[in-house]
């Protein structure tokens, strides 16, 4: 994007990435927390997610910051891998950042292209109902679940179902209030104001619903509204006394683990999982692109290592592009990709100045805000339109969306891949030919007429077995390859059984442009190309 143009959007893109920041700042806190990492690492990785790679990335209107995806990878590094030396980690994640840029380079961004569209929708649909599920026991003041955790399985013991019942045991009434009122203020900010006047438009509900839970909360601790909230209620961001107290939260990697070939293996765990992390998100983020803008997936992932590798140099978490705040980017109007940058340098003026405001904000307002997000992703119709596209559609949406609920959002897209993965070979086998009778023009009997699809495979087999067995006595077959432009080897053989054993039946078998066993490719293709040429001559002469 043209600098000239970078502010164009900005009416648009300011109110989006304060929406942003306010979504993402306990998601990096939380996401530090899930992974064993100083709480200061998941800000630097927000700062460097959203000011250089929003910058350098391709995308529009995705958001890139630490990941919940990875939270689990970062854990066993830190704890088990490295025992404890969160610096020699570090190190691994910077050689993660090398080896996406080198991806990049090597244009592996086409990996992306692969992940059928069911899955991708089942994916967006799995998360806006997990960020629902996860917020509401925030929303009803049980904080114990770490924000931006993504796995059905929590640490403490409890699963997301358990936890929304525990919370319903402990609710807590002043966070209960914040809640319905900031829900009611953004469904009617949404609904009504927005449509009525452009003012509605340019301050977003979320603004408004985090200024009021602020204000709230400073009503119970002054005891002019009769509630309260507990600590591990509010947001809880580390806050420097000094601009040396800021600088000294930052870590240097541990250049001398060079040697250690765990910090490789990790790096390339990193690099992989990122990668394809990434790249869901991008498809994902560009469904949801009210432009439908076609994100550069090799740009991605030069601009993902060059987040990785300056973060671990500053002692930030591994970063990836990240749906949920992609999504609130997107929903709440955001036009360009400066509302990701900016989002960064709000987080970072935040972690210097205001970091003692900011923890007055309560959990339950930005719980409200996620779980308007999450209905926004998951809308009851969605699941209606799948349905109507068939079950080839709406089964591998389907598995992705309870596997996700079920398990966490890496192993629910693997399942969702595998089931798209299975409709996709059912589709190869159904379509390995078709059978028709033709009646000769010459006086002969009639002859069913098998034609070979464009392309047979192994998988095809028993389905032209099958065809072959329905061939009654003393019939009359043509077997057609001529559209075929490759068959596999066990089909050619199992053909060439069948017209040897034919006779046996008294069926007589014709076949057109096969392909005998032990017949390579270059004679195959000229004896197709010169029969071709024949046509072609006929054709004119005629």
């Known amino acids: ?84 030396s969160y610096e020699t980690f570090l190190l691994a994640v910077v050689l993660s950042g090398i080896i996406q840029i080198i991806l990049g380079f090597a244009k592996a961004g086409f990996i992306g292209y692969f992940f059928p569209s069911s899955v991708i929708k ?32 929590q640490a403490n013991g409890e699963n997301t179902l358990s936890a929304i019942g525990k919370a319903v045991e402990f609710i807590t009434p002043g966070a209960v209030i914040i809640a319905l009122i900031s829900l009611a203020i953004l469904i009617l900010w949404d609904k009504v104001l927005a449509k009525k006047h452009k003012l509605f438009q340019l301050i977003q509900g979320p603004i ?31 806050a420097p006394d000094s601009l040396s107290g800021f600088v000294s939260q930052f870590t240097l990697p541990d250049f001398s683990a060079f040697a250690n070939l765990q910090v490789y293996k990790v790096a390339i765990l990193i690099a992989i999982i990122g990668s394809l992390e990434t790249l869901l998100s991008v498809e994902a983020t560009d469904k949801l692109d009210p432009q439908k803008t076609i994100t550069p997936t090799n740009r991605e992932l030069k601009a993902q290592g060059l987040g990785n590798l300056l973060s671990g140099l500053i002692g930030g978490l591994p970063i990836t592009q990240v749906i949920v705040r992609s999504s609130a980017n997107i929903t709440f109007g955001a036009k360009t990709k400066l509302s990701a940058i900016m989002h ?52 591998p949406f389907a598995v992705t969306v309870i596997a996700i609920l079920a398990t966490d959002l890496l192993k629910g897209i693997t399942v969702g891949i595998l089931c798209g993965i299975f409709y ?21 009997k009639p002859a069913l007429h098998l034609i070979l699809a464009e392309e047979v495979s192994f998988f095809n087999k028993a389905n032209v077995i099958k065809a072959l067995k329905s061939i009654p006595e003393n019939t009359r077959v043509i077997i057609d390859c001529s559209r075929s432009k490759s068959i596999a080897y066990d089909v050619v053989e199992l053909i060439q059984e069948f017209r040897t054993n034919a006779k046996t039946k008294s069926i007589s078998v014709e076949t057109i442009n096969f392909i005998e066993p032990g017949q390579t490719a270059s004679k195959m293709n000229g004896a197709r190309v010169r029969r071709r040429q024949t046509q072609e001559e006929q054709a004119v002469a005629n």
């Open 1 to 84: 994007m043209k600098s000239n143009n970078l502010f164009k959007e900005i009416r648009s893109d300011l109110p989006a990435s304060i929406v942003v920041f306010f979504v993402a700042l306990p998601l990096c806190l939380g996401i530090a927390l899930a992974s064993g990492a100083p709480l200061f690492s998941g800000i630097i990785s927000g700062i460097i997610g959203g000011i250089i790679v929003g910058a350098a990335s391709g995308s529009r209107l995705g958001v890139s910051g630490p990941a919940a995806g990875l939270a689990v990878i970062v854990l066993t590094a830190i704890t088990t891998t490295f025992e404890g």
């Open 122 to 153: 089942g994916m967006l649909t799995g998360i806006g109902l997990l960020i629902i599920l996860k917020q509401i026991p925030h929303a009803l003041g049980w904080d114990k679940d770490t924000a931006g955790d993504d796995s059905f399985i």
């Open 344 to 395: 960064g340098f709000f987080l970072l003026i935040s972690a210097l100045t205001i970091a003692n405001l900011l923890n007055m904000i309560p959990l339950a307002s930005l719980a409200a805000i996620l779980i308007m997000v999450g209905y926004k992703l998951a809308k009851p119709s969605l699941f209606a339109e799948m349905y109507k596209h068939g079950w080839e559609q709406f089964m």
């Open 208 to 238: 408004v619903v985090v200024i009021l839970g602020i204000i709230m909360n400073r009503f119970y601790e002054t005891g002019t509204l009769p509630f309260s909230l507990a600590a591990d209620q509010l947001v809880r961001l580390p």
């Open 424 to 444: 996709t070979l059912r589709h190869s086998f159904r379509n390995s030919h078709h059978m028709k009778e033709v009646i000769t023009t010459d006086g002969g």
